[in-house]
């Protein structure tokens, strides 16, 4: 559960996105690529949010099993992400459905205390770094991810949005 939550808030943390999948075809329309080199993408560019993600890295890529993921990634907050805030998260490993659930994105921060941060977040300039152990007991396969974040408070801004496939492996 750890690397979800630590996946989930990674995720969250850096992106905008729409769930447009179909059995056959991934797709995210509206959406464009983050620098880097992982398959994730900003989604929803068309909306106006919160943060803009300017780069997104996973090493080793594609993730292995029972290896460390690190994961950097930089971006910017054009104001402030307060408590209250929530991700909107959705996982599916092929067509089945893992994850379907919504998390306080200031617990997941205090959670994962090694990054520094905690709500209120100021508006600036963010590079996060992270190291994971995939669990040997993770299935392989073809994962579909899409984190929404919303800002708490009276205006509930999108914050972002991320979605893409990611493939884990030996």
Same mark, same amino acid.
């Given at each position: 559960?750890?690397?979800?939550?630590?996946?989930?808030?990674?995720?969250?943390?850096f992106?905008? @996105? @729409?769930?447009?999948?179909?059995?056959?075809?991934?797709?995210?329309?509206?959406?464009? *690529?983050?620098?880097?080199?992982t398959?994730?993408?900003?989604?929803e560019?068309?909306?106006?949010?919160i943060?803009?993600? @300017?780069?997104?890295?996973?090493? *080793?890529?594609?993730?292995?099993?029972?290896?460390?993921?690190?994961?950097?990634?930089?971006?910017i907050?054009?104001?402030?992400i307060?408590?209250?805030?929530?991700?909107?998260?959705?996982?599916?490993?092929?067509?089945?459905?893992?994850?379907?659930?919504?998390?306080?994105?200031?617990?997941?921060?205090?959670?994962?205390?090694?990054?520094?941060?905690?709500?209120?977040?100021?508006?600036?300039?963010?590079?996060?770094?992270?190291?994971?152990?995939? *669990?040997?007991?993770?299935?392989?396969?073809?994962?579909?991810?899409?984190?929404?974040?919303?800002?708490?408070?009276?205006?509930?801004?999108?914050?972002?949005?991320?979605?893409?496939?990611?493939?884990?492996?030996?």
């Amino acid at each position: 559960m750890q690397l979800y939550s630590i996946l989930i808030l990674f995720f969250a943390l850096f992106t905008p @996105t @729409t769930f447009g999948v179909s059995v056959f075809e991934l797709s995210f329309p509206d959406s464009r *690529p983050i620098e880097g080199n992982t398959p994730l993408e900003q989604c929803e560019v068309s909306n106006a949010h919160i943060l803009e993600v @300017t780069s997104l890295e996973m090493i *080793p890529q594609p993730p292995r099993i029972g290896e460390t993921l690190i994961m950097s990634a930089k971006g910017i907050t054009k104001s402030q992400i307060n408590e209250g805030s929530y991700l909107e998260v959705t996982v599916k490993l092929g067509l089945i459905q893992i994850l379907k659930k919504n998390f306080d994105l200031c617990e997941l921060l205090i959670e994962n205390d090694d990054l520094g941060l905690e709500c209120p977040v100021a508006a600036g300039s963010y590079e996060l770094y992270k190291e994971v152990e995939i *669990p040997s007991q993770a299935p392989a396969g073809k994962y579909v991810v899409l984190v929404k974040a919303f800002n708490g408070g009276e205006n509930s801004e999108n914050i972002g949005c991320v979605a893409g496939e990611i493939s884990l492996g030996y």
